[in-house]
Every structure is written in C-alpha cells, then in structure tokens.
C-alpha cells in the first residue's frame, strides 16, 4: 500500500514538473534531485514562510548567506574530520555497501551474502582548491550550514549590534556522503537546510529550548500538516552527542517508513560548544561582551535544523488524496494555499479566440498578484484535473456568457464550489480568500 502511493507520488512529481532524477538521461544520478518548474515554486514557497516565521517577523533573529566551502580548520575545530563518519559494511557477493545499523541479521539483505567487518566512513565530500591535488589543497563541501554561523557570529554582532539573546539564521545546501540514500528526497547527498543558531546565557538556555520547540511545531502546523501526522521525539541520553544537553525531533508520519515517523527537524541545546571549539582553535575571542555590566562570556546555542526537501517530501504525502467524483478518480493535492505553487489558473472553455484572447488578458491581470498559470489545451474537465494535482487552489473560467455579463466562474479545488461575479472584482475577490484561509 505505502509503496503504491509512493509510487504514485514520484510519477506526479515527474510528469507535472514538481521533482525530477538528475541527470535522466544519462541513466541519473542516484539520490541527486532536480526541481522542475512547479517544484522550485513549492520549494520556495516553504522557504519564504520560514524565513518570515523565523527572521522576518521578528527583531531578535538576523540572516545570512555563507560559502558552501570553508576553510579545513573549521571541520577540525568542529570534530567533522574525524568524528564525521558511520560505520559501514561491505556486500562481498553483490559489493552493495550499507550502513552498519541498518543490518539487522548479519547478512546482505539484497542477496544474502557475507558482509565485511564494519569500518567508519567520513561522510563529508573532499574537492581541492587551486592548481594542486594535493593534502595541501583539500577542502570539502560543508555537511552542516551551522559552523559558519558560529565563524561568523562576532562579524555579525560587531555589524547589527544584537543583543543576547538573539538568533542568527541561514538557509542553504549541504552536502553528505551518504552510504545508503534511499526514499525519495527524504535521504539524499545534497540537501537543502533551514537553520537558527539561537545564542543565550547559558542558565536560560533550558526556557529558550521549549520556546523554540513550540515555535516550530507551531510552523509546521501552520503550514498545513496533519495534526496526527506529526510528533515530538525526545532523544535519549545514548544518542545525545556528548555536548549536547537535550535534543528533541520533529518527526512527520512517512508513508515509505517502516517505524512510521521520520524527521523533518531537530531541535537542540548545543551548550557553549560549538564557540568553545572555534574560538580555540583559530585563536579569535568570539565571547560575548554585554556593554551594560561589562561582563564577556561564552554564549549557549539553541538550534533547530530542519530540511527543505524532507519538508517538501512530507507536504505532498500529507496532501496527496484520491476521490472519485461522477465516476471518475480525481487526485487532488490539498496543499495550503500558501504553500502551493500556482494559485490561481485561468481556463478559456474553449480554443476559440473570443475567449482565449480575453482570458489571457485576465491571467495578465492576475499575474501581478497571484502566480498564475493559464491553460486552453484540452477539455475544460482534464484541465481542472491537472491543475488538482499540482494543488492550485483556485481555477477562473471565462466562458461565451462571460463576453457578455463580464464575468467568470471561479472554483474551489477542494470544495469544487463555484461562485460567479463580475472580472473586476476578481483580484479584491481572490485576495480575501486567502486572507480568510477558506472558501467561506
């Protein structure tokens, strides 16, 4: 059953342009992804009401946008270059290699086979910079966007002059060696992170942490997730990392998951140190220094980290649903309206130039306001069909009345309620719907 609505997922994501295998044509690139034209919409969709929720509406966070390569020192200071790494096991029969937790009976689980000792493997990507190749010259491709928010934090107090507590926040690739990447987007070796670095005063770095796990559980929902679709899972002390005070995840209800839930977000209580280790091994003072007591410390961090693509993944198996209306099966993505990537499509009933003309010149009217598409092939009915599936949310029908009356027909996509009123009111008539959230 899971593998059959995965199944259907992956094929809408293809054929209507949402995510597409990288490099198809020469076969793929196996976990590498490409956003088509709907997908890079959705994709920044979720990004923008993040970075609203998180940066915007608030005067306690800044943003920032970091090089993905840094320099070696800092994987060092941060433990990557040798912690940075999981046991993996090798296949001898079918040479298929896996991470050693995800064996369960001491054979391949493709073939059955002998397996290998388990041996770490560092899951950062190593690249050269400059006209050498050579251990000189090695860099690598950062697997976390948190460590240059940490490199970066006494530039960026020194230029906005926050004061603690206040957050730093940054969206953007990350890249991982991943040993077995599977499921999609959900488990891939280039990602797309959302993350804040919330610095406080180490004693109340307790209250800051359930502040912030409320805040983004709140986000998700907000967004348009299930509520029995989601979870809250506390770690326990074993997968803590040894700095770490308490880590909490988010984790979304994956149909493709044997255990249910996955994560979408982890939220943590990451002490002092992350600073700690920058500020040793490069030598620069990154305390902070509060001007009302003079007083210079260390601040703690609060972060959360949560992936744009597993959070696109999780939005189109919550929105995915399948109806049969007079008959005929409508698959329909009932996507926040927010969150959609087209939100209003304008339909001529017919190819005939008396309507598409007019039409047209409704979508142009539109197109300031809403991101819109506009439509003519085929029949009226198999294009309300498509537009469902990509979860547009609103659909405006210029018809032979419609030259006469100045009006259109405009319908609800999960509703499939109609109202028809005149064409200068559309764009006042459509804002109020969203600003409602509802057809009512």
């Given at each position: 059953m899971a593998e059959d609505l995965m199944?259907?997922?992956?094929?809408?994501?293809?054929?209507?342009?949402?995510?597409?295998?990288s490099s198809e044509i020469y076969g793929g690139l196996q976990s590498?992804?490409?956003?088509g034209p709907l997908g890079v919409e959705l994709k920044n969709n979720v990004k923008r009401l993040w970075w609203d929720a998180v940066v915007k509406e608030r005067d306690d966070v800044v943003g920032v946008d970091t090089s993905i390569i840094m320099h070696p020192r800092v994987w060092e200071a941060s433990g990557h270059i040798k912690k940075f790494s999981d046991p993996m096991v090798d296949c001898k029969e079918c040479k298929q290699r896996f991470r050693a937790e995800d064996i369960e009976g001491g054979v391949?689980?493709?073939?059955?086979?002998e397996l290998t000792e388990a041996r770490n493997f560092n899951l950062m990507f190593k690249t050269f910079m400059g006209a050498l190749e050579d251990e000189s010259a090695v860099v690598y491709l950062r697997p976390e966007t948190c460590q240059s928010i940490f490199v970066n934090f006494q530039n960026i107090v020194n230029s906005t002059r926050q004061k603690i507590p206040f957050g730093i926040a940054q969206i953007g690739k990350s890249f991982r060696n991943e040993i077995t990447p599977r499921n999609f987007t959900f488990r891939s070796r280039e990602f797309e992170q959302m993350e804040l670095e919330y610095f406080v005063r180490e004693a109340e770095s307790p209250k800051w942490y359930d502040y912030w796990v409320e805040q983004r559980m709140k986000w998700y929902r907000d967004i348009g997730f299930k509520e029995a679709n989601l979870r809250l899972r506390e770690h326990e002390e074993r997968e803590l990392a040894f700095y770490a005070k308490r880590c909490v995840d988010i984790e979304y209800r994956f149909p493709f998951l044997d255990g249910g839930f996955g994560e979408l977000e982890g939220i943590a209580e990451r002490g002092t140190y992350d600073l700690s280790q920058q500020m040793e091994h490069s030598g620069a003072d990154l305390r902070y220094l509060d001007k009302e007591t003079n007083e210079r410390f260390i601040p703690?961090?609060?972060e959360t980290s949560g992936g744009v693509d597993r959070t696109i993944l999780a939005l189109i198996c919550d929105a995915y649903h399948e109806e049969e209306v007079r008959g005929e099966k409508r698959v329909l993505l009932k996507l926040n309206p927010?969150?959609?990537?087209?939100?209003v499509v304008v339909l001529p009933l017919s190819k005939k130039p008396e309507l598409c003309e007019p039409a047209r010149k409704i979508e142009r009217m539109l197109r300031p306001h809403f991101e819109t598409f506009y439509d003519e092939t085929q029949s009226i009915g198999r294009r309300y069909r498509r537009m469902d599936e990509v979860g547009t949310p609103y659909a405006v029908t210029y018809d032979f009345d419609s030259i006469n009356d100045k009006q259109v027909t405009v319908r609800d996509r999960d509703t499939l309620k109609q109202v028809r009123l005149p064409i200068d009111n559309l764009v006042a008539f459509i804002k109020d719907l969203f600003e409602k959230g509802s057809w009512e």
């Open positions: 199944k259907k997922i992956v094929s809408l994501c293809k054929r209507r342009g949402i995510i597409f295998q590498c992804w490409d956003y391949c689980p493709e073939c059955g086979g703690a961090v609060v927010e969150i959609a990537p087209v939100k």
